[in-house]
């Protein structure tokens, strides 16, 4: 008879949540993540403009893992020991383990930039979206002018930038500067897809600061290398993520604000009983940090340990197509494949579909709580992006153009 192993899980969002949601019942699986939530983070931007509310964008993690038969501790891990196969808890307890999951993720990365870290927002989780929100909120509503400032012109700069104009471009005294260090906006995709932003923003008050640093934030301004001061009310920090210092601490990477390095299998490269997933991990051909690999990742080394315990042979992790959709809030949608950028309105509907999509497969519709809250998605979905669209002719008549942008 096979013993029944522990397999001790770290951090439940994409990667983890995915990996225990396909682990089975033949082992005892215990999660342990903090929050009481999954959160879809892939449309945290629409917490800024109001389309989507905190609820839309969570799950709750007990109810999902216990609906799986594991167990879900909410807590933060403060040790892991894989020598001795052992996890400590912020609030002191002990678990043992025979394999071990990581799927930690990362953590603001402000840079040492004096005043970052004290006075600017956060965007990597809902809270912090949903904070942004109300700030906004309560700005607009007190003051005549509003200057926002957003560091960063990746991913989340530009859909932060999207669901500001969504919801305040036609209010007056709205200036937006959008700073990023790069010379051009959504670094490391096609270059036609920054400019095509830049464009589609020209008739809005928007300026655009690239090839700049910020040097310093303070409560009223941000100062850049150039020389520029840029007077703002509210600083948006989408500037990246570096690796928590956990990674290093636990002896899985090689030194602080490094990933965790892996073999194509998932497995560390240090420690045989721990597999890392999500964007702590570093595989020999590095991948872009997105919600799609993360959950890819999960149903891998759900399957690698199975495969571990039966001491067969690891398969690799094999990722999916790179693939993108990038909002502008209602202005536009952006659907990178490589190369090839496309561009339209009607893409918005693909992108809520992802979503729709995905919170009922982490929580099928198989209890009256889970229906309903189906229900509330759907329908929230249908008011805040649907109905704007149909009641407006001229959304209409944007929604069957869709453009080539790069190929």
Same mark, same amino acid.
């Given at each position: 008879?096979?013993? %029944?192993?522990?397999?001790?899980?770290?951090?439940?969002?994409?990667?983890?949540?995915?990996?225990?949601?396909?682990?089975?019942?033949?082992?005892?699986?215990?999660?342990?993540? @903090?929050?009481?939530?999954?959160?879809?983070?892939?449309?945290?931007?629409?917490?800024?403009?109001?389309?989507?509310?905190?609820?839309?964008?969570?799950?709750?993690?007990?109810?999902?893992?216990?609906?799986?038969?594991?167990?879900?501790?909410?807590?933060?891990?403060?040790?892991?020991?894989?020598?001795?196969?052992?996890?400590?808890?912020?609030?002191?307890?002990?678990?043992?383990?025979?394999?071990?999951?990581?799927?930690?993720?990362?953590?603001?990365?402000?840079?040492?930039?004096?005043?970052?870290?004290?006075?600017?927002?956060?965007?990597?989780?809902?809270?912090?979206?949903?904070?942004?929100?109300?700030?906004? %909120?309560?700005?607009?509503?007190?003051?005549?002018?509003?200057?926002?400032?957003?560091?960063?012109?990746?991913?989340?700069?530009?859909?932060?930038?999207?669901?500001?104009?969504?919801?305040?471009?036609?209010?007056?005294?709205?200036?937006?500067?959008?700073?990023?260090?790069?010379?051009?906006?959504?670094?490391?995709?096609?270059?036609?897809?920054?400019?095509?932003?830049?464009?589609?923003?020209?008739?809005?008050?928007?300026?655009?600061?690239?090839?700049?640093?910020?040097?310093?934030?303070?409560?009223?301004?941000?100062?850049?290398?150039?020389?520029?001061?840029?007077?703002?009310?509210?600083?948006?920090?989408?500037?990246? !993520?570096?690796?928590?210092?956990?990674?290093?601490?636990?002896?899985? !990477?090689?030194?602080?604000?490094?990933?965790?390095?892996?073999?194509?299998?998932?497995?560390? %490269?240090?420690?045989?009983?721990?597999?890392?997933?999500?964007?702590?991990?570093?595989?020999?051909?590095?991948?872009?940090?997105?919600?799609?690999?993360?959950?890819?990742?999960?149903?891998?080394?759900?399957?690698?340990?199975?495969?571990?315990?039966?001491?067969?042979?690891?398969?690799?992790?094999?990722?999916?197509?790179?693939?993108?959709?990038?909002?502008?809030?209602?202005?536009?949608?952006?659907?990178?494949?490589?190369?090839?950028?496309?561009?339209?309105?009607?893409?918005?509907?693909?992108?809520?579909?992802?979503?729709?999509?995905?919170?009922?497969?982490?929580?099928? @519709?198989?209890?009256?709580?889970?229906?309903?809250?189906?229900?509330?998605?759907?329908?929230?979905?249908?008011?805040?992006?649907?109905?704007?669209?149909?009641?407006? @002719? %001229?959304?209409?008549?944007?929604?069957?153009?869709?453009?080539?942008?790069?190929?």
């Amino acid at each position: 008879m096979t013993t %029944r192993k522990q397999i001790v899980i770290i951090g439940a969002n994409f990667g983890g949540l995915t990996a225990a949601l396909r682990l089975r019942g033949d082992d005892d699986v215990i999660v342990i993540d @903090p929050s009481p939530h999954f959160e879809f983070l892939p449309n945290i931007h629409e917490l800024l403009s109001g389309v989507k509310s905190p609820e839309q964008l969570r799950l709750s993690r007990q109810r999902l893992l216990q609906r799986a038969g594991h167990r879900f501790i909410q807590d933060a891990v403060v040790e892991l020991n894989p020598a001795d196969g052992f996890v400590q808890t912020h609030s002191g307890e002990s678990i043992q383990f025979d394999i071990c999951v990581v799927a930690v993720g990362g953590v603001n990365n402000t840079f040492g930039v004096p005043g970052a870290d004290e006075f600017s927002f956060p965007f990597k989780s809902v809270d912090q979206c949903h904070a942004i929100g109300n700030t906004l %909120r309560e700005k607009f509503a007190h003051q005549e002018q509003v200057t926002i400032g957003i560091v960063g012109g990746g991913l989340e700069g530009v859909e932060s930038l999207g669901e500001i104009l969504r919801r305040y471009r036609d209010t007056p005294g709205l200036t937006v500067h959008l700073i990023d260090s790069s010379d051009q906006l959504l670094s490391g995709l096609p270059a036609r897809l920054g400019q095509a932003v830049q464009r589609r923003c020209r008739n809005y008050p928007v300026n655009f600061h690239t090839g700049t640093r910020v040097q310093a934030v303070t409560e009223t301004a941000i100062e850049l290398t150039s020389g520029e001061n840029l007077p703002v009310d509210i600083t948006i920090w989408t500037g990246g !993520a570096t690796a928590p210092d956990f990674l290093f601490e636990s002896g899985l !990477a090689p030194e602080a604000d490094s990933w965790a390095p892996v073999h194509q299998t998932l497995q560390s %490269r240090f420690f045989d009983n721990v597999f890392v997933i999500g964007d702590a991990a570093e595989l020999p051909q590095p991948l872009s940090k997105q919600a799609y690999f993360a959950s890819d990742m999960g149903e891998c080394v759900a399957e690698n340990i199975a495969r571990f315990i039966q001491n067969e042979q690891l398969s690799d992790f094999q990722p999916s197509t790179n693939l993108s959709l990038i909002s502008l809030g209602d202005l536009d949608t952006y659907l990178v494949i490589g190369n090839t950028v496309v561009a339209g309105t009607a893409l918005s509907a693909v992108k809520e579909f992802v979503y729709q999509f995905n919170m009922a497969r982490y929580e099928p @519709p198989l209890s009256l709580l889970s229906f309903v809250d189906l229900q509330i998605r759907f329908w929230r979905g249908v008011i805040e992006l649907g109905l704007p669209n149909w009641l407006s @002719p %001229r959304s209409l008549l944007r929604l069957g153009y869709i453009r080539p942008i790069s190929f």
